[in-house]
């Protein structure tokens, strides 16, 4: 069974996870809005992972006989309408989403909850990973600048992009 200090950071975490459905799901309408379908891929496939992220929390919960307690899912504050203005915010977030998952692991290491530390420490990995690929992305839009001819070609090396669903845990 779950510590409930635990279970309560997991039901927190869950929440974020869905906020960031969300916002990624409102970031994946402005490159609509742009007629930049690769980006737009970029950005389901993202909403597909969060959706993912939680999910796993979710059933983990369940698995060790704790309570999902689901909040309301703030609107998303999404800053900026440039490709470079909205993946700037994206790399904010996933750094903001990896302190989330440091601060779940501390509270599973203060309840000395190893099978949660062993279960989180896939998020951490996906996390450098999810940091790593924005990160990309974002070097490749400052050296585009203003660049249309550029800004396609990156467009169209998103639309490669495919979801593999993970194996969590």
Do not use: C
């Amino acid at each position: 069974m779950l510590d409930k200090r635990l279970e309560d950071a997991f039901n927190d975490q869950i929440n974020k996870e869905l906020y960031s459905e969300y916002l990624y799901l409102g970031m994946k309408a402005i490159f609509a809005d742009l007629n930049l379908p690769g980006f737009v891929n970029w950005f389901d496939v993202q909403v597909q992972e969060e959706r993912a992220h939680a999910m796993g929390m979710f059933d983990y919960v369940f698995e060790r006989n704790g309570k999902v307690v689901l909040e309301a899912i703030d609107r998303p504050d999404i800053k900026g309408s440039t490709p470079l203005e909205v993946f700037e915010q994206v790399l904010e977030h996933e750094e903001y989403v990896t302190s989330r998952i440091n601060a779940l692991m501390d509270v599973a290491e203060e309840v000395k909850d190893r099978a949660a530390l062993s279960f989180l420490d896939w998020y951490l990995k996906e996390q450098v990973e999810e940091e790593s690929s924005v990160g990309g992305v974002l070097a490749n839009l400052k050296l585009i600048g203003d660049d249309k001819k550029a800004l396609f070609m990156l467009d169209k090396e998103l639309a490669a992009r495919v979801f593999n669903p993970p194996v969590i845990g």
